[in-house]
């Protein structure tokens, strides 16, 4: 490429990402303020509340139960609250009835209309806007070129494939230029290849259109991987907001750490404020509530496995019980005296010389994630 | 292969058999009209003259008519809400809806004149009457054809795409709901029609003024068998001639969405015509 091409490719770049940045700016926020919804006994929402920054994705991740969906139904307006405000772009919609909000939302289950063709779907939104038939067909044209199904606007939903399916959904949801994009799960019912090409998709067109995206899912790795932010939730609260990075790197709460991510819980020994004594080695204690804990209190030490180093050791204290291959890395699980699990990631080439029933040492090389006071049972 | 094709045709055979040959000896006795194996149309001549003929069919049509709509206006909106905001009530519906199964229709009539005694002579000296108590008659039947339709979808989902994309109910309705629930809103009005141009003990007792054609029908049966049976096949003939009507105009509405698009409908055969071949029979 010569010096000019590459100026050109560079000013077209930065052409792209400030016109990103307007959309962004001209997208609007999302705000969920002190929100509770229980369903009989059950309270699915305790006083959540999250801010979505205009142009920002946020996913929302936990356990089933946790209230993610409820939330995100709440916005839509297809679940009420029984306290609290939803505002988008600062307007209260907490009691606008859902067909009124202009939100585009994808669902978990398959929801194009089956009676209508792929473009008729798309089109949905501009049909009840009142828009002329050649305007919205162009509209949904486009929209079915956006998310790559160019040709397949004649067809009907049972003549697409799940993948597809979800695609026109995506398309149908922006159609109609909705203030926010909701996806409820909408990976979940695809095979693993079609969920990493269609999430990638969905970042893209996210970024192209600037448009606010509330994201539901109980995949950490979708979360993590397509999100600016991620709020982790448990019982109807949010545990943590924060990047991906944060959130893995960071967690806030014993609950996030173990729930992104895997760790190792080892048990360990406050030797000095702030500092934990945890298999030989002396470590910091990153989290400031644990920080305070009084000198000898015993406590749970919290790795992940790319922080512990496991080698082949003939001596050594540690048996390896089991390996599980994921490509390029190998997660080998080895089992300490007193039955204390150990996981580790290392190299598949180096996963050879450890076996099951393998002798091994083990090596803390990071800090710890986390560190909890053991619980003790009365 | 072979062997399940052919036992498909062997079975639908058999079937057409045992609907086509009762029909064909019909037919063909009422041709005979006492003529000693000549042929002839004396015995539909003669009914299409009788008196009251045009009356008892014109009664019958809007009362069977009558009685869809209403049937149609109550059940779908009904089921629908029960089915998205209170699925409890399911259970109570389905038993409400086989009472009049359980019930004797003289009870049901008995019931009705005390009950209507107090109601307007514009409707109980009328067809009207007779709607009211067909939509009841029919509601085992008609419950389960729309019920069954709204559970082959998926109901909520549909419902909250559309909301979510800005449609109120009616769009919502017109536009998703009702195509998706055509088979099952078509089974319910094949069968409310058929009952109710069917319907005798109740037509005769409640409104013996004004009759429809099967009260019509047992009134003639005492001038003769030939002109009964030719009746009868006339009556299966109007009976056909309006399932079909649905049924074409049920698939036209479908044909026509489809041609806005520009796009063919899915394949297969109209929604609900086994359920016509079925009902007309049990006109018949």
Not at chain 1, 164 to 192: N, T, W, Y
Not at chain 2, 91 to 106: F, R
Not at chain 2, 162 to 186: D, E
């Amino acid at each position: 490429m010569s010096t000019t091409e590459a100026d050109m490719t560079a000013v077209t770049r930065a052409v792209a990402m400030v016109q990103q940045v307007q959309r962004r700016a001209a997208s609007t926020g999302l705000e969920l303020v002190k929100c509770r919804r229980s369903f009989d006994k059950v309270q699915a929402l305790d006083g959540f509340s999250i801010s979505v920054a205009p142009g920002e994705l946020v996913a929302l991740l936990g356990p089933s139960g946790c209230g993610k969906t409820t939330a995100l139904r709440a916005v839509a307006g297809l679940e009420q609250l029984d306290e609290g405000e939803v505002l988008v772009g600062g307007e209260d919609v907490t009691k606008l009835p859902a067909h009124r909000r202009n939100l585009g939302m994808v669902f978990q289950a398959y929801s194009l209309f089956p009676n209508m063709n792929a473009l008729d779907n798309v089109a949905f939104g501009l049909e009840v806007r009142k828009v002329n038939a050649a305007q919205r067909r162009a509209r949904a044209g486009e929209l079915l070129d956006l998310v790559g199904l160019t040709g397949l606007a004649e067809r009907f939903p049972y003549e697409l494939s799940g993948g597809q399916q979800q695609r026109v959904a995506l398309a149908r949801a922006l159609c109609a230029e909705p203030r926010l994009l909701l996806l409820d799960e909408p990976l979940s019912a695809l095979d693993a290849k079609v969920r990493a090409q269609l999430r990638d998709e969905i970042r893209r067109i996210q970024l192209e259109f600037g448009i606010t995206t509330l994201f539901v899912t109980h995949d950490q790795e979708e979360a993590l991987s397509l999100s600016d932010r991620v709020g982790v939730m448990r019982k109807g609260r949010l545990e943590q907001l924060g990047t991906p990075a944060e959130v893995y790197s960071q967690p806030a709460t014993d609950f996030v750490a173990q729930f992104v991510g895997s760790v190792s819980r080892l048990p360990g020994e406050i030797v000095s404020p702030g500092t934990v004594a945890v298999l030989g080695s002396r470590l910091a204690v990153p989290n400031a509530a644990s920080a305070e804990l009084a000198t000898g209190t015993a406590v749970d030490v919290l790795v992940r496995p790319e922080s512990i180093r496991i080698r082949p050791s003939p001596a050594g204290p540690a048996v390896v019980v089991r390996a599980s291959f994921f490509g390029a890395s190998v997660r080998v699980v080895a089992v300490l005296p007193g039955g204390v699990e150990v996981a580790s990631t290392i190299s598949a080439a180096d996963s050879y010389a450890l076996p099951a029933g393998a002798r091994a040492d083990i090596e803390l090389l990071d800090e710890a994630l986390f560190v909890v006071g053991r619980q003790l049972t009365p | 292969m072979i062997r399940s094709r052919t036992f498909g045709f062997v079975t639908l055979g058999l079937i057409g058999l045992y609907v086509i040959v009762p029909m064909y000896a019909t037919v063909q006795f009422s041709l005979e009209g006492g003529f000693h194996g000549r042929l002839s149309f004396a015995a539909y001549s003669q009914g299409l003259s009788q008196p009251g003929l045009g009356s008892s069919i014109v009664t019958s049509i809007e009362v069977a008519f009558g009685a869809m709509a209403l049937t149609l206006a109550l059940l779908v909106p009904t089921i629908i809400f029960v089915n998205l905001r209170r699925p409890r009530w399911r259970t109570v519906l389905e038993a409400v809806s086989l009472l009049p199964l359980g019930v004797p229709p003289i009870v049901i009539i008995v019931g009705v004149l005390g009950v209507y005694n107090s109601l307007p002579n514009w409707i109980i000296a009328s067809p009207v009457i007779l709607v009211l108590l067909y939509v009841v008659l029919a509601l085992p039947y008609s419950y389960r054809a729309i019920d069954a339709g709204v559970r082959s979808i998926d109901l909520h989902t549909l419902v909250e795409a559309g909301r979510s994309m800005g449609a109120g109910w009616i769009k919502l309705f017109s536009r998703v709901l009702f195509p998706n629930l055509r088979s099952g809103i078509l089974a319910a009005s094949f069968l409310v029609v058929a009952l109710s141009l069917g319907e005798y003990a109740v037509a005769s007792l409640l409104l013996p003024t004004q009759p429809t054609f099967p009260v019509f029908l047992a009134s003639v049966e005492t001038s003769g068998v030939y002109l009964s049976v030719a009746l009868s096949v006339i009556a299966l003939a109007v009976t056909w001639g309006l399932l079909a009507a649905i049924s074409i105009f049920g698939s036209g509405r479908r044909r026509s969405s489809a041609a806005v698009t520009g796009a063919a409908a899915p394949e297969g055969p109209p929604a609900g015509i086994a359920v016509a071949s079925a009902s007309a029979e049990v006109v018949s």
